[in-house]
C-alpha cells in the first residue's frame, strides 16, 4: 500500500459540471478508497508501460470524449496509461485490481455517452498503441486485429482486398475497432448488416483480476458453453478490456447506388418508408431526416430542395449489377408517390456524393447554434412518426429548438436539442428534455439506447426500461465478471 497523500480513488461523481441528477443507484463506494502518492503510483506503472507512457492527471483528450459541450461534461483521471500489448494490459488491469484501482478503458473517444470518461480518479486504459494487424486472409474472408486499429483502416484493409467489413459507423477515422465493439456500434448499413458484434467471431481481453482470455477466433460456428464473447461485446468495457478481435468479412458489392425522396411532413415521409418496407426491399440502409435537419442541408444537396420539403427518405442499395438495378427501379416507384422531389442516381459517384451529403448531417445541425444534445433512442419502425413529433414537442416545451434524423430502418433516431454553448440554462433545458424523450421511446416499446451505449450519461434508465428480474441478472452478470466493480465503475447501468 502506498503513502497516503492529496490523491484519492473514489467511486464518487466528480467533473466540471455533472451532467445529470446522480440517480438513486449511483456509486456508494465499492472497492476500497486508496491513497497513494501519485509519483509512486506513476512509477510502478511505468515499469510496465514504460516512461512516456504513463502519464499523472488527465492529459487531453483523455478527459473527454466527443459528448461535446452541451453539458460541459469532463472527467478526471489519476493516471493514463498505454499498453503496447495485451500482457501489458493485462498487467495494468492486475496492478489496479490488486490496488482497488478504478479501470477506465479508452479507444478512440468518440462514443457520446461518457462511456470512456474516467469520472473520479482512476487509470485510464488507452489501447491506442494496440495497432498490430494479426492476419488478414481475402480469400477466407477474415481478419484479426488489435483493439487499437481504427475503423477506417479495418475498412480499407478489407477494400483493398476485394471485401467488406459491413458496419460503417461515425467517427470511422478516429474510432477504433475495440471500441467499436465495445459498445456493440451500429451505423447506417445496420439495416441490411446488423452491427458490430455480428461480424466478431472472436475476442481477446483481459478480465479481473488479471487474466488474458481468447473466447472464439475464426470458427464461424461456435454454440460450446454460455455466449461469453456476446456478453463482451456491447459491454462497454464494465465487464473487461478488448485487446483484439477476430472479424468476419463479405466480398464487395459489385455495385452501389442511392435514391432520396423528400416529403411534405413526416407523417408522408414514415408511410413511404413503411411501403418500402411492405415491398419487400432490403436496401443496405434506410436513412430519414426531418424538416428542421432538412432544412440545414438542403443548401448542400446536389439539385433544388423543394422549399415545402419536411421529411427527407435515403436508401443506400448494394449488391449485384443487377440486383441494385432492380432495388432502384423498385424503390423510385414505392418512394415516387407522395413525394415532392425524388433524386435516383445511376452512377457510383454520384452515390457516394448522397451518402457523404448524409455523413454532413451532425455538423450542420450543430451549426445552428454551435452545439448540440443528441440523444439516441430507437422504436419499433411502425412508430418512428411519434418519436420524431415528440423530439420537437418536447424541444419547445423547453424552449429549444430541436430535430431528429437516423436510421429509419432501425427505428433509430438521434434526438437532437440545440444549444449554445456555454448557456447554462439551455443546457440544463437540453438534459431535461433528453430524459423525456428516453423515457417516451420506452413507453412507445423502444429503448433509450439504440447504438450509442448507456455509458454514464445514460446511468440509471435501465431499470425504466426492463423489470426487476432481468436488472438484477444484468447486474449478476457485472458481479461475476468484475467482484470488486472496478471495470468502468458507475457505466452501462
Known amino acids: 500500500m502506498f503513502e497516503p497523500e492529496q490523491t484519492c480513488w473514489d467511486h464518487g461523481v466528480v467533473g466540471r459540471s455533472a451532467p445529470r441528477t446522480p440517480p438513486a443507484h449511483r456509486l456508494d463506494g465499492r472497492g476500497a478508497r486508496v491513497r497513494a502518492s501519485i509519483g509512486r503510483v506513476i512509477?510502478?506503472?511505468a515499469a510496465i508501460v514504460g516512461d512516456e507512457h504513463a502519464l499523472a492527471g488527465t492529459p487531453r483528450p483523455y478527459g473527454s470524449d466527443a459528448t461535446g459541450d452541451a453539458l460541459g461534461f469532463e472527467g478526471r483521471a489519476d493516471a493514463v496509461v498505454r499498453p503496447a500489448d495485451a500482457e501489458q494490459a493485462r498487467r495494468v488491469v492486475s496492478w489496479c485490481y490488486d490496488n482497488d484501482v478504478p479501470i477506465v478503458p479508452r479507444g478512440g473517444g468518440t462514443g457520446f455517452s461518457g462511456g470512456a470518461v474516467p469520472i473520479d480518479g482512476g487509470v485510464v486504459v488507452s489501447l491506442e498503441r494496440l495497432t498490430t494487424v494479426h492476419a488478414l486472409d481475402p480469400a477466407l474472408w477474415r481478419m484479426h486485429v488489435d483493439a487499437g486499429v481504427t475503423t477506417a483502416t479495418v475498412a480499407r484493409l478489407a477494400r483493398e482486398s476485394g471485401l467488406l467489413f459491413p458496419p460503417n459507423p461515425g467517427a470511422a477515422e478516429q474510432s477504433q475497432i475495440g471500441g467499436n465493439v465495445a459498445t456493440n456500434a451500429g451505423g447506417p448499413r445496420a439495416f441490411k448488416y446488423g452491427v458490430t458484434g455480428r461480424w466478431v467471431t472472436g475476442i481477446e481481453a483481459v478480465v479481473a483480476p488479471g487474466e488474458l482470455v481468447r473466447l472464439g477466433g475464426?470458427?464461424?460456428?461456435?454454440?460450446?458453453?454460455?455466449?461469453?464473447?456476446?456478453l463482451l461485446i456491447g459491454s462497454e468495457g464494465t465487464l473487461g478490456i478488448v485487446t483484439s478481435v477476430w472479424l468476419s468479412l463479405l466480398p464487395a458489392p459489385e455495385a452501389v447506388a442511392g435514391v432520396v425522396a423528400f416529403y411534405p411532413d413526416v407523417a408522408a415521409g414514415c408511410?413511404?418508408?413503411?411501403?418500402?418496407?411492405?415491398?419487400?426491399?432490403?436496401?443496405?440502409?434506410?436513412?430519414f431526416a426531418d424538416g428542421g435537419v432538412v432544412e440545414a442541408v438542403r443548401g448542400s444537396f446536389p439539385e433544388r430542395v423543394d422549399a415545402a420539403a419536411g421529411f427527407m427518405v435515403l436508401l443506400e442499395i448494394d449488391g449485384s449489377a443487377a440486383e441494385v438495378e432492380r432495388i432502384r427501379a423498385e424503390a423510385v416507384d414505392v418512394l415516387g408517390e407522395g413525394a415532392l422531389t425524388l433524386l435516383a442516381p445511376e452512377d457510383v459517384a454520384a452515390a457516394r456524393r448522397l451518402e457523404r451529403w448524409?455523413?454532413?448531417?451532425?455538423?450542420?445541425?450543430?451549426?445552428?447554434?454551435?452545439?448540440?444534445?443528441?440523444?439516441?433512442?430507437?422504436?419499433?419502425v411502425d412508430r418512428l412518426a411519434e418519436i420524431v413529433d415528440a423530439t420537437v414537442e418536447i424541444g419547445a416545451q423547453h424552449g429549444l429548438q430541436a430535430c431528429g434524423w437516423?436510421?429509419?430502418g432501425d427505428g433509430n433516431v438521434h434526438a437532437t436539442f440545440l444549444v449554445r454553448p456555454g448557456d447554462a440554462r439551455e443546457r440544463s433545458a437540453a438534459?431535461?428534455?433528453?430524459?423525456?424523450?428516453?423515457?417516451?421511446?420506452?413507453?412507445?416499446?423502444?429503448?433509450?439506447?439504440?447504438?450509442?451505449?448507456?455509458?454514464w450519461l445514460k446511468r440509471g434508465r435501465l431499470d425504466?426500461?426492463?423489470?426487476?428480474?432481468?436488472?438484477?441478472?444484468?447486474?449478476s452478470i457485472k458481479q461475476a465478471f468484475d467482484p470488486k466493480g472496478l471495470f468502468n465503475p458507475g457505466k452501462k447501468r
Not at 361 to 372: D, L, Q, Y
Not at 464 to 475: E, I, K, N, V
Open 406 to 408: 437516423g436510421h429509419a
Open 431 to 455: 438534459a431535461a428534455a433528453a430524459e423525456q424523450i428516453c423515457d417516451r421511446a420506452v413507453a412507445l416499446g423502444g429503448t433509450y439506447s439504440g447504438e450509442h451505449g448507456t455509458g
Open 358 to 380: 448524409r455523413d454532413g448531417f451532425s455538423g450542420a445541425v450543430t451549426s445552428i447554434r454551435g452545439g448540440k444534445l443528441s440523444e439516441d433512442v430507437a422504436v419499433p
Open 43 to 45: 512509477e510502478q506503472l
Open 271 to 287: 408511410r413511404a418508408i413503411e411501403a418500402v418496407l411492405a415491398a419487400g426491399l432490403q436496401p443496405a440502409a434506410i436513412e
Open 218 to 230: 475464426f470458427t464461424r460456428k461456435d454454440v460450446a458453453g454460455y455466449d461469453l464473447r456476446g
Open 464 to 475: 425504466r426500461q426492463w423489470g426487476p428480474t432481468a436488472s438484477a441478472l444484468h447486474d
